[in-house]
């Protein structure tokens, strides 16, 4: 139980920007000021405030009786929302849109399927259709991953050196985030972005800037389109939403599409060998049984559906981060 209140407490004080009040003040605020700023009732306020002393993501002064609240370095760094590795728009996806579909969790379990119709009453036979079902939801749906990689995108496109491969696709690359990464780290190579025709439009207006020259744009369905040429594809928090034949579908296209030589490069939380860990990545797995069609997976299991495409030379990489890697080599 204890668990939820936390996150709950987090959720709120990020919705209401306790802590870009207090990172804009310069300075401690007492409750009074606070709750003014955040438009909410002082006992609420202070009990809130509290929570937050206690979790460690503020600081207390006191001033002749009172008490004045400041951002903790932890907060500002990654619960405000100007911070350029900010969580916040994680946070926000998880309370709005994660929680909802784990409200039915036990209905998960007993049907083994997604719960997005009963959590917002939409039809999930196309699993994006469901994520993207507003435009509003898909902004927040890649603001989340435009935060994941911008904490964790250089980790992972640094585990094997990637500095052979010039062209690179980024099937399904969303906000050009991880796209950016790759740019940063190996700057000879291009990336092209290959997502639907939406998606890449609101990356443009949004996400990616005319200053990002070696990023560019290839609009399709990575199932129903072929797919660009390119030296390396990489796949990013993709498999893990599919079931097994529909990842082998994918690799296949991308093995077909590879040059020669080339290669792939799946991005994944990577549970233990027999199972039994880590905890963040078997409750990822649960995650994706309330709002996708597929599950995360053993190093094994995607060196099994990376050979079953063709791929050959497979090898994984943990970071000791949420996220690691595994590449497949195409023969030349």
């Given at each position: 139980?204890e668990g939820f209140?936390?996150?709950?407490?987090v959720?709120?004080?990020?919705?209401?920007?306790?802590?870009?009040?207090?990172?804009?003040?310069?300075?401690?605020?007492s409750?009074?000021?606070i709750c003014q700023?955040?438009?909410?009732?002082?006992?609420?306020?202070?009990r809130?405030?509290a929570?937050?002393t206690?979790?460690q993501l503020l600081?207390?002064?006191?001033?002749?009786?009172?008490s004045?609240y400041s951002?903790t370095?932890?907060a500002?760094?990654?619960?405000?929302?100007?911070?350029p590795?900010s969580?916040?728009h994680?946070?926000?996806?998880?309370?709005?849109t994660?929680?909802?579909?784990?409200h039915?969790?036990?209905?998960?379990v007993?049907?083994?399927r997604?719960?997005y119709?009963?959590a917002?009453?939409?039809?999930?036979?196309d699993?994006?259709?469901a994520l993207?079902?507003?435009?509003?939801e898909?902004?927040k749906?890649?603001?989340?991953?435009?935060?994941?990689?911008?904490i964790c995108?250089?980790d992972?496109?640094?585990?094997?050196?990637?500095?052979?491969?010039?062209?690179?696709?980024?099937?399904?690359?969303?906000?050009g985030?991880?796209?950016?990464?790759c740019?940063?780290a190996?700057?000879?190579c291009?990336v092209?972005?290959?997502?639907?025709?939406k998606?890449?439009?609101?990356?443009r207006?949004?996400?990616?800037?005319?200053?990002?020259?070696?990023?560019?744009?290839?609009?399709?369905?990575?199932f129903?389109?072929?797919?660009?040429?390119a030296?390396?594809y990489?796949?990013?928090?993709?498999?893990?939403?599919?079931?097994d034949?529909r990842?082998?579908?994918?690799?296949?296209?991308a093995?077909?599409a590879?040059?020669?030589?080339?290669?792939?490069?799946?991005?994944?939380?990577?549970?233990?060998?027999?199972?039994?860990?880590?905890?963040?990545?078997?409750?990822?797995?649960l995650?994706?049984?309330?709002?996708?069609?597929?599950?995360?997976r053993?190093?094994?299991?995607?060196?099994a559906?990376?050979?079953a495409?063709?791929?050959?030379?497979i090898?994984h990489?943990?970071?000791g981060?949420?996220?690691?890697a595994?590449?497949g080599?195409?023969?030349?």
């Amino acid at each position: 139980m204890e668990g939820f209140l936390i996150s709950k407490t987090v959720f709120t004080s990020c919705e209401l920007g306790v802590f870009d009040v207090l990172l804009s003040a310069g300075r401690p605020l007492s409750a009074e000021e606070i709750c003014q700023a955040i438009g909410a009732s002082l006992d609420g306020t202070e009990r809130l405030l509290a929570a937050c002393t206690g979790l460690q993501l503020l600081n207390t002064h006191q001033d002749n009786g009172k008490s004045f609240y400041s951002n903790t370095e932890q907060a500002s760094v990654y619960l405000t929302r100007s911070s350029p590795v900010s969580l916040y728009h994680s946070i926000q996806y998880s309370s709005r849109t994660i929680y909802l579909c784990w409200h039915h969790l036990t209905d998960a379990v007993r049907e083994g399927r997604n719960q997005y119709e009963k959590a917002f009453g939409v039809s999930s036979k196309d699993l994006f259709q469901a994520l993207y079902r507003s435009d509003e939801e898909m902004v927040k749906f890649m603001k989340l991953m435009n935060s994941i990689w911008n904490i964790c995108g250089r980790d992972v496109v640094t585990a094997f050196d990637l500095s052979p491969f010039k062209l690179i696709c980024d099937l399904g690359g969303c906000s050009g985030a991880l796209a950016k990464q790759c740019t940063s780290a190996y700057p000879e190579c291009t990336v092209m972005i290959f997502d639907l025709p939406k998606v890449v439009r609101t990356s443009r207006e949004h996400f990616v800037t005319k200053a990002d020259q070696r990023i560019s744009f290839s609009e399709g369905d990575f199932f129903k389109d072929p797919l660009p040429e390119a030296d390396l594809y990489i796949l990013a928090r993709i498999l893990h939403d599919w079931t097994d034949d529909r990842c082998v579908e994918l690799l296949s296209k991308a093995y077909k599409a590879c040059k020669p030589g080339g290669a792939v490069l799946l991005v994944e939380a990577l549970l233990h060998e027999d199972g039994s860990g880590p905890l963040t990545v078997q409750l990822y797995s649960l995650n994706m049984l309330v709002q996708t069609e597929g599950r995360e997976r053993t190093a094994a299991q995607y060196a099994a559906l990376l050979a079953a495409a063709g791929f050959t030379d497979i090898q994984h990489r943990h970071t000791g981060k949420i996220y690691d890697a595994v590449l497949g080599r195409k023969e030349t």
